[in-house]
């Protein structure tokens, strides 16, 4: 997972602005699959699972060897402590499902080149070169499939570790313009890829480490045909270059403003590390955790939360409590979490807001008490009920402040009693006497009173 770091930022740069200024807006717009996204756009929060032998030393996966605080042969001795002995993906899948969550994503290799599957087209595999010895890939899937979850793979298009690919050290390529090598390269990847796409099916692929090189060189197009040939449904996360991903990845940060795409989906560490580091005790807050889920319902994106596995399987405590927390919420808050869509403008209430698919029902989200009430400005609509989501307490509504001659709305009000809020984020349903109508102008001037 994560982006190079600062001195490969450059290169990556030139790389990828190159690709933006050959690929048209309608090419990125073409390339999305509206008929596919309905159950992403739906399931609103998925678990991120990076788990390999970066876990053993609990170091950054594939970055430690490449950013030369570890080099490559002691990062690679990590194999022989890779046991997954204590492996129990049907444990894995329920803590997933209770969660709230719709959806997970697995490293099946990231740029270490470890596969976590007995890949028939290589030799580094957690099969073939750790204790663990067994794929740990199909009996994840096969768990989430039994809880109707679906499935999806995460998978880095480099390979530090393959003969063929030209990356060498952090700073040179071996035979960067050896064409023939490097289609050698990609040539592996589109057997590695089969392999998954033919033994697992996933509903979801989740690519990454595409910034070395240009999608024609990657031959993107091709591996989406491929792809898509397995399985007509399947969609793709943005990271195969501009105009081959179905939605948007951003990372770690909480966007302030909307992403421009359609769909996207936020990535977030649990504490802040993607794979297991015993010495990261930085965990967020279920709460926190929570704020920010919230904030991606506000915006019609996703969460994707990651945690990492310890080397013998485990889950760490925090990361369980975490999922178990999420879950208390999402069950008590699920009608207003799953088939909504992005809330009002920021400035008619102080809160993050969603609304129901025909915008009757505007959902706010408080994660404070209000002192004496909720304020909602620029509301035109008439509120017609207003209920605690999860208890069912009704609320009462008023108006203040609208004059009979004005088209400016008045202020209205909602009051909370103490003690129907929730401990983490309280959430009202505020249904209207139709779909929401706000005003928006700069307010106006008494002409004749």
């Known amino acids: 997972m994560t982006f190079p770091n600062r ?14 200024l050959s690929t048209s807006p309608q090419a990125i717009a073409q390339a999305q699959n509206p008929e596919n996204m309905e159950w992403f756009e739906n399931a609103k929060l998925g678990i991120f699972i990076h788990w390999g032998i970066y876990s053993v030393n609990g170091i950054d996966e594939s970055w430690s060897f490449f950013n030369d605080y570890i080099n490559y042969e002691d990062y690679m001795k990590q194999l022989d402590g890779f046991t997954a002995s204590e492996y129990d993906p049907e444990k894995w899948a329920q803590l997933i499902k209770d969660s709230g969550a719709k959806y997970a994503v697995l490293t099946a290799k990231h740029h270490d080149g470890v596969a976590l599957w007995d890949t028939k087209v290589g030799d580094l595999s957690v099969v073939k070169q750790t204790p663990a010895g067994r794929d740990l890939v199909g009996p994840l ?18 390979d530090w570790s ?58 993107s197009a091709e591996l989406k045909k491929m792809l898509l040939d397995y399985n007509p449904e ?28 359609p769909y996207w989906e936020l990535c977030m560490t649990m504490n802040n590390s993607w794979g297991y580091q015993g010495n990261d005790h930085q965990y967020k807050t279920p709460s926190e955790l929570l704020r920010i889920f919230v904030d991606c319902l506000h915006m019609g994106g996703n969460l994707l939360l990651d945690f990492g596995p310890k080397p013998d399987g485990s889950i760490p405590a925090e990361a369980e409590n975490i999922l ?94 103490d003690h129907v809020y929730d401990k983490d984020i309280t959430v009202l349903a505020v249904l209207l006497d139709g779909p929401v109508d706000l005003y928006r102008e700069h307010g106006q001037v008494i002409e004749s009173n």
């Open 234 to 261: 399947l969609i793709i996360n943005s990271r195969l270059g501009p105009g081959f991903g179905d939605y948007a990845t951003p990372e770690q940060g909480v966007p302030v403003a909307r992403p421009a795409e």
């Open 141 to 158: 899937m096969t768990a989430l499939e039994k809880q109707n979850l679906k499935k999806g793979i995460y998978f880095s298009v480099l």
């Open 7 to 20: 001195t490969t930022w450059a290169a990556f740069a030139l790389i990828w602005c190159s690709t933006l």
């Open 162 to 219: 393959h003969p063929d690919y030209d990356r060498h050290t952090r700073e040179t390529f071996r035979y960067k313009n050896d064409s023939t090598r490097f289609r050698k390269f990609t040539d592996f990847n589109f057997q590695q890829l089969t392999e998954l796409s033919t033994q697992y099916k996933p509903d979801l692929y989740w690519f990454d480490g595409d910034w070395e090189h240009s999608p024609k060189e990657w031959r």
């Open 324 to 417: 178990k927390e999420f879950g208390r919420w999402t069950s008590k808050h699920e009608t207003a979490i799953y088939n909504t869509q992005a809330g009002i403008p920021a400035g008619h209430v102080f809160a993050p807001t969603t609304l129901s698919p025909d915008k009757t029902i505007l959902y706010i989200y408080l994660d404070y008490k209000v002192n004496e009430s909720l304020a909602i400005k620029g509301l035109k609509n008439k509120i017609q009920r207003v209920w605690v989501v999860g208890n069912g307490t009704k609320l009462q509504a008023r108006e203040v402040g609208k004059m009979y001659w004005s088209a400016v709305p008045g202020m209205k009000y909602i009051d909370i009693p």
